[in-house]
Structure formats: structure tokens, C-alpha cells
Nanobody
Framework: VQLQASGGGLVQAGDSLRLSCAAFGLTFSSYSGGWFRQVPGKEREFVAA????????YYADSVKGRSTISRDTAKNTVYLQMNSLKPEDTAVYYCAADSRTGSLQSKSPAYWGQGTQVTVSS
């Protein structure tokens, strides 16, 4: 299994970014997808998840209302659209997958992807 995250970059506060997570070896039609982020010296933080079964979406309070997680089963890719970015959104963003959405919410997914850096300047 391989999860490839992309789409990070350097943006200004207020800008938008869309992160992508392409999966190989599993399908998002039977695995829930999620996003996490981490800054140096801090624990990895849950950001968002989407259930493979119901399509239900879950967000951390820190991004709720500014971010949307979605999936394209044809492309086997999960996206995280982030709007109104703030400097405190600066982090390495990781995608993840698990057959149980709860495992994503508890930060213990079966599969992790590599990170993509998001830097938001003020």
C-alpha cells in the first residue's frame, strides 16, 4: 500500500490550497481517508476524515468551516481543500487510510502516506 500526498506549498494568509492523496494498493471505496498535520515538537494532529461507507465527513475544530475533505473514487484520491489559510495552519500534512473511520479519528490508521509541507506566511 502506498499513499502519495501532494499539493503543499508556500502561500499567504487568506489563500487556498488543495491537497491530494492518491492511493495505490487500496481503494477509497472501501477505506476511509484522512488528513493529519504535524509541526516540529508537537504531536500529530487529526485534521479531517471521510468515511468510505457513508461519505460522512469529520473535521477538527481548528479547520471546521474552512476546509472540505472529499474523495474521487474513480481517481482513487482523497482531497483536502483548505481555504482562508492562517499562519497557524503551517505544518507537514499527512494523509492516511483505514477500513475504520474511528481509527483515523483516534490517530491510529493502518496506513500513512508521506507528508507534504504547507507554509502560510502572514
Amino acid at each position: 500500500v502506498q499513499l502519495q500526498a501532494s499539493g503543499g506549498g508556500l502561500v499567504q494568509a487568506g489563500d487556498s490550497l488543495r491537497l491530494s492523496c492518491a492511493a495505490f494498493g487500496l481503494t477509497f471505496s472501501s477505506y476511509s481517508g484522512g488528513w493529519f498535520r504535524q509541526v516540529p515538537g508537537k504531536e500529530r494532529e487529526f485534521v479531517a476524515a471521510i468515511s468510505w461507507a457513508s461519505g460522512s465527513r469529520y473535521y477538527a475544530d481548528s479547520v471546521k468551516g474552512r476546509s472540505t475533505i472529499s474523495r474521487d473514487t474513480a481517481k482513487n484520491t482523497v482531497y483536502l481543500q483548505m481555504n482562508s489559510l492562517k499562519p497557524e495552519d503551517t505544518a507537514v500534512y499527512y494523509c492516511a487510510a483505514d477500513s475504520r473511520t474511528g481509527s483515523l479519528q483516534s490517530k491510529s490508521p493502518a496506513y500513512w502516506g508521506q507528508g507534504t509541507q504547507v507554509t502560510v506566511s502572514s
